[in-house]
DNA sequence: TTGACCTTTGTCATTAAGTGACATTATAAT
DNA sequence: ATTATAATGTCACTTAATGACAAAGGTCAA
């Protein structure tokens, strides 16, 4: 068995200029958003003020980041594609509990290479009410996509429901475990908190 | 043991004039902009046809909501502080689990009470992705106060993380059983719903 | 290198949500 | 009836987001 994770974004053409033009526009504007995010927060920075940190127009801020929200949970999009993706190939040939197991823990090992980032995007989410509801979603939009990536397996309707609860209790496994490991500055291994969730689960009786 | 369900809300006043005409006016625009939600939309509804509707400035429109979204989801807010109300009642006599079980119990008749109002709202919310997140955020919302009602019993950072979990266990199989009573048009029991995933999930090992 | 072509950017205008200030009207209390 | 209090309407303002169009910048072939 080989590694299993796709890789996240291809990143192997030359790129022109103009790309790569795009690309610094897109990581400037993001920065600089991120920043001012961490300074007033995100309510009192505005379209403006990081239009202005960039020395862009507002117009042009909206050609790289469909809404202010975009900057903040884009990269939480992403990896939650990756997750489908993830969780679509090991499905077609693992059993429904195995490739949830893989591709959560592939998961994990994103968030981790990417913690510095994915913290800032937390602490910001949870210092403003307005967007808590955005992050929670962001964390587990890819259900429906994850329920339809299993149920390949199984066809009955009952068991689509059992499917449903299945993604859904793991998914809450993960949410509960990021948010311990995001609560302590992300530090220790965000996968073997995921494994003792897990453990801690099968001796419950409700 | 008595009922345990606190009245959701204490209706023994007599009301002055002034009083009933809020209330009327409050009904008035929310049945008006339910309505509009389900005949165009909730996105292409403004604030400005609803006010219209009802014969109201806009302004007078946020003087009874605090926003487009509170009409939408204000019902489901006071379920959910009912349900941490009835939570800390029942955590102060009873063990975690049995708490969550008789407040759970009580949210699924809340629910069933007022069925054809929260499946409207369902469905607007289902068709308005940029509502979606809203929806799921305003019946997970009630998490945290559920942690700290039941962290009463236990003390220990480990036991507070566990409970944690428990909660969110316990909230997902609520929101998985409502979510397929809804989708089944709010037929049949939701408590024996929730009573059935609960059982399943006993039967689970991850 | 020049010029034709396509992309990116800026400017302007517009819709809609939400908020503060203040005057006007309706209700309550004496 | 008169005064105090609360509700409503009007106006002005900020901010997010989007469409249209012109100006500037990059790409590529001759």
Known sequence: MNDMVPSPHDESQPMSLRERKKRLAQTTIEEAALRLFQQR???HTSIQDIADAVMMSPRTFFRYFASKEEVLFGPIHAVQSDGIRSLQQAASSESPLVALRTTFGYLASLYQQQRA?????????????????IYLYAMMEAEPAFCDALYVHLE????????????????????VALEEWM?????GDLVSLLGEYLEYFSSLSL
Do not use: C, H, W
């Not at 980032?117 to 509801?133: C, E, G, H, M, N």
């Not at 009952?158 to 299945?166: G, H, M, Q």
């Open 41 to 43: 927060g995100y309510e």
């Open 117 to 133: 980032s994915f913290l800032i995007r937390y602490q910001v989410a949870k210092q403003t009410p307005s967007i808590a509801s």
């Open 156 to 175: 009955s309707v009952t068991d689509r429901n059992k499917i449903r609860f299945l993604v859904a209790i793991y998914m809450t496994a993960f949410r």
């Open 183 to 187: 609560e302590n500055g992300v530090q």
